[in-house]
């Protein structure tokens, strides 16, 4: 158990259809990732906040639109997405938000049809 | 620019042996480096860490060398088990201690036979 949790585990959606992806860390930490983890590629870092605040976007598409409420909780919401999209979601968690050790959740395999 | 690369996609070694894995880096000005290992749906773990002022760092069964000079980092584990099969990623922190990022690279797949 990592202290970061992710929910669901898989999730199947149409590319009409809207869904979120929720993390949660208790591990004190304040700033929060999401990776996309395709196969045969290395893991992209698609958003940061750091005391809710986001501070790094890397070019992702507007069909994700991610939030954080507070310092432990993190979601993407999903919403006409691609089948290109198809990949395993992880979040993270970090003391800081300057490149240090990430404590990662076990991901939110998605299969867009 | 922006690339950290493992040597091999896949590594096969036979249970009690050492396993060496190995990944090259780009960027000379980063500071710091992380070995993670995934295993079969879960998300990656820290394995060690260390700092660019260091060349060797050691764990419980793992030990990391850096040479800087070369860009070249390994992760080596002693008396490989079957419990270490996984994918190990290596990451670079690239940017300021202040505002750098982790760049990930593409993963070594350790096979251990028994």
């Known amino acids: 158990e990592t202290g970061v949790t992710q929910t669901p585990r898989h999730l199947v959606m149409g590319m009409t259809n809207k869904k979120s992806l929720k993390c949660e860390q208790h591990l004190g930490h304040n700033a929060m990732y999401w990776y996309k983890q395709s196969a045969k590629k290395p893991l992209e870092l698609m958003f940061v906040y750091n005391f809710k605040e986001q501070t790094e976007n890397n070019s992702v598409p507007s069909r994700f639109s991610p939030e954080c409420p507070n310092s432990s909780h993190l979601f993407l919401h999903l919403h006409t997405l691609q089948p290109e999209d198809s990949a395993l979601y992880l979040c993270?968690?970090?003391?800081?938000?300057?490149?240090?050790?990430?404590?990662f959740g076990s991901g939110t395999q998605l299969s867009v049809l | 620019g922006e690339s950290v690369g493992l040597h091999l996609p896949t590594l096969s070694v036979q249970e009690g042996d050492n396993s060496i894995i190995n990944c090259a880096y780009s960027n000379s000005a980063s500071d710091y480096f992380i070995w993670y290992k995934q295993e079969s749906g879960k998300g990656p773990q820290f394995i060690i860490d260390i700092r660019s002022n260091m060349d060797k760092r050691q764990g419980q069964r793992v030990t990391v060398l850096l040479n800087k000079t070369v860009k070249h980092l390994s992760l080596q584990i002693a008396a490989t088990q079957p419990g270490d099969s996984a994918v190990y990623f290596c990451?670079?922190?690239?940017?300021?201690?202040?505002?750098?990022?982790?760049?990930f690279g593409q993963g070594t797949t350790l096979q251990v036979k028994p």
């Open positions: 993270a968690s970090s003391q800081g938000a300057q490149g240090g050790k990430l404590f």
């Open positions: 990451a670079e922190r690239y940017g300021s201690s202040n505002t750098g990022k982790l760049i």
